[in-house]
Antibody
């Protein structure tokens, strides 16, 4: 069965970086795009960016350009999301999600979420 | 950028019908997806492409989309349906971008 398993919770200081992993299994890793979505405490969902596992290309939300980097390791079917220059308002649960198919298709499988807390 | 507007909360008694709206400019021309999120859990897709129900989602969940409003309808509401619900569309008008509504808290009285 399809699974996306994320790394554990992180606590970081302002200005630091965090790297969250998302390991995919149960399907052909290079056949589906992977998105990152975050959710601040008590808030809604915010799209962060997309990783195209087959070629490794990425596209990021404008408000995170310059601070977010997404990479992948095809040998382990793992996608990584690194966020730098962390601020307190980056405190959120970070999710990876698989896109079902074509460009406008929904996210059919989600990781369990990774809580990142930014605090001095 | 494109904006999706959802009511913050909807309340309904068990067995009744809940309707959760998602407003956007000419949203009827876009594909709308709906997610259910229970506390401490990841979102779950409950309706795709306006009205398609993924495998495993009860028939009580349905969707429609026309004009400036998309609607998620939950019939014969159960206590287990209490959750936050989010609508989602792909906005290709300027920057290619996924847009989520602000979410609606469904309370089962």
């Amino acid at each position: 069965q399809v699974q996306l398993v994320q790394s554990g919770a992180e606590v970081k200081k302002p200005g630091a970086s965090v790297k969250v992993s998302c390991k995919a299994s149960g399907y052909t890793f290079t056949s589906h795009y992977i998105y990152w979505v975050r959710q601040a405490p008590g808030q809604g969902l915010e799209w962060m960016g997309i990783m195209y596992p087959s070629g490794g290309s990425t596209r990021y939300a404008q408000n995170l350009q310059g601070r977010v980097t997404m990479t992948r390791d095809t040998s382990t079917s793992t996608v990584y999301m690194q966020l730098s220059s962390l601020r307190s308002d980056d405190t959120a649960v970070y999710y990876c999600a698989r896109q079902m198919g074509a460009e406008e298709s929904p996210f059919d499988y989600w990781g369990q979420g990774t809580l990142v807390t930014v605090s001095s | 950028s494109y904006v999706l507007t959802q009511p913050p909360s909807v309340s309904v008694a068990p067995g009744q019908t809940a309707r959760i709206t998602c407003g956007g400019d000419n949203i009827g021309s876009k594909n709308v997806h709906w997610y259910q999120q229970k506390p401490g859990q990841a979102p779950v897709l409950v309706i795709s492409y306006d009205s398609d129900r993924p495998s495993g989602i009860p028939e009580r969940f349905s969707g429609s989309n026309s004009g400036n409003t998309a609607t998620l309808t939950i019939s014969r509401v159960e206590a287990g349906d209490e959750a936050d619900y989010y609508c989602q569309v792909w906005d290709s008008s300027r920057d290619l971008n996924w847009v989520f509504g602000g979410g609606t808290k469904l309370t089962v009285l």
